[in-house]
């Protein structure tokens, strides 16, 4: 694909990804939706600045081609996909950057079923894009499509969220960081209605701070509120909740490796582990893996990236996948990662084991790991470069099966990931440095 990755078309904000593009965008989905009946399509939005400029431009891409557009506002990647696959809508729309800075922004598709658009969709909108096919026809008279408030979409999805907890959280002390994005207005609303005493920080959005120092890639200040406050947990989203971080009691990291741990060995307890499988990526650490063979689950290993995780556990039935970085998926709830539902799953089990969520995770030892991101021009040339594969193959044998290396582009930024597994950090430095060091070499 030249501009959808694993996780929709994402750059610069009026440079990379214009609104420009998001007409086009708009005009091909609402062409392609409105061939053989009237084209319905949801579109949802973060708190970044420049999402209301490619709202309105993705809305008048649409309804110029005829179908209808209904507008969720701010709202999460979840909640959209929860929304077209339960009202019978077409297709979905979400514009985000995830965990990017604001000046970043980002356009995903879901199909009508709710899972990521499928690449001939998007090689159509591509094509589009390039001018490679023929404009597209103008709808006149009643034929025009319509924009329409559908903040009620929202609100279904924030009652769906409440139903699926079994029990009450009264009593409980948890903290919440909505990283000045999409949870702002509806995770604080979740734990409180479900009765658990809530503490709040990353809620003050101004369209220039999402992500900003708060978030599930910035967990430290929600460590320091849990510590602070002595509270229970807490739970940490990203800019568009699709993803959750959690801290335990003690102020320590429960990452989404752990949480897979957590809810992979409950579900298999309580009988519900589909194929006794979860799903992972190449990146999960090695302590995930061991762990889960400790206790009997099998699992299957994937690329880089939810969709790829999504993809494994639609084809074969599982209900548990996810990634270290806390996109984690409960097939039998939602089709995307979901931040504020991994975080109900994980309070359920604390609630039904009685153990704090130190405790559940004791039983999983992480491996050192450090992750160290190389600016590029072209991630495949460095990537089957010689001198590169050489020192990796030279890595992987002086860590023999106590570590490991990987080298992966990243499906969403000009950068080639350097990841090391060993024994201890100074190992794990050691080895980063010798293969940061032929990559640049090789740029």
Not at 119 to 126: A, Y
Not at 208 to 228: C, D, F, M, P, W
Request: overall charge negative; aromatic content about 8%; glycine content about 10%.
């Amino acid at each position: 694909m030249k501009y959808f990755g694993t996780d929709g078309f994402r750059g610069q904000a009026g440079q990379v990804l214009t609104a420009d593009h998001a007409y086009k965008i708009g005009r091909y989905i609402g062409w392609y939706y409105n061939r053989d009946h009237k084209g319905r399509i949801v579109i949802g939005k973060d708190t970044r600045r420049s999402s209301y400029m490619f709202e309105y431009a993705i809305v008048a891409g649409i309804i110029a081609s005829g179908s209808d557009a209904y507008l969720l506002h701010v709202t999460t990647t979840p909640s959209v996909a929860y929304v077209v696959r339960t009202e019978d809508f077409d297709c979905g729309v979400m514009i985000s950057a995830s965990h990017n800075p604001y000046y970043d922004n980002g356009i995903k598709l879901v199909d009508g079923n709710g899972h990521k658009m499928k690449d001939d969709v998007l090689s159509g909108i591509e094509d589009y894009i390039d001018g490679k096919m023929e404009e597209l026809p103008f709808p006149t008279g009643e034929n025009i499509g319509v924009a329409t408030d559908y903040a009620i979409g929202r609100n279904r999805y924030i009652g769906y969220l409440i139903s699926l907890a079994t029990r009450s959280y009264k009593g409980k002390r948890i903290g919440l960081d909505c990283a000045n994005g999409s949870t702002f207005n509806i995770a604080k609303s979740v734990f409180d209605a479900l009765g658990a005493k809530t503490y709040v920080i990353g809620n003050d959005p101004n369209g220039l701070n999402i992500n900003n120092g708060v978030g599930s890639t910035h967990i430290e200040a929600l460590q320091a509120l849990v510590k602070e406050k002595e509270l229970d947990c807490g739970f940490a989203f990203d800019g568009d909740a699709d993803r959750c971080i959690a801290v335990d009691e003690n102020g320590e990291v429960v990452d989404g490796d752990f949480i897979i741990y957590i809810c992979g060995r409950y579900l298999k307890k309580t009988g519900r582990l589909s194929g006794n499988h979860v799903v992972v990526t190449i990146m999960s650490n090695m302590g995930l893996f061991k762990a889960l063979e400790r206790n009997d689950i099998e699992y299957d290993v994937t690329t880089v990236g939810d969709k790829y995780v999504n993809e494994d556990m639609v084809e074969k039935g599982y209900v548990l996948g996810g990634e270290q970085s806390g996109h984690i998926i409960f097939s039998k709830h939602a089709t995307t990662g979901d931040g504020i539902l991994t975080a109900i799953m994980l309070m359920e089990v604390i609630l039904e084991e009685k153990k704090s969520l130190s405790e559940l995770a004791s039983g999983m030892r992480k491996y050192p790991q450090l992750l160290q991101n190389v600016k590029v021009t072209d991630k495949d040339k460095v990537l089957n470069n010689a001198e590169v594969l050489a020192e990796k193959e030279k890595i992987t044998g002086e860590l023999g099966e106590s570590g490991r290396i990987l080298l992966r582009a990243s499906g969403t930024e000009p950068v080639v990931r350097v990841m090391v597994e060993a024994e201890t950090d100074d190992l794990c430095r050691e080895y980063v440095d010798r293969m940061v060091k032929v990559v640049e070499n090789n740029l």
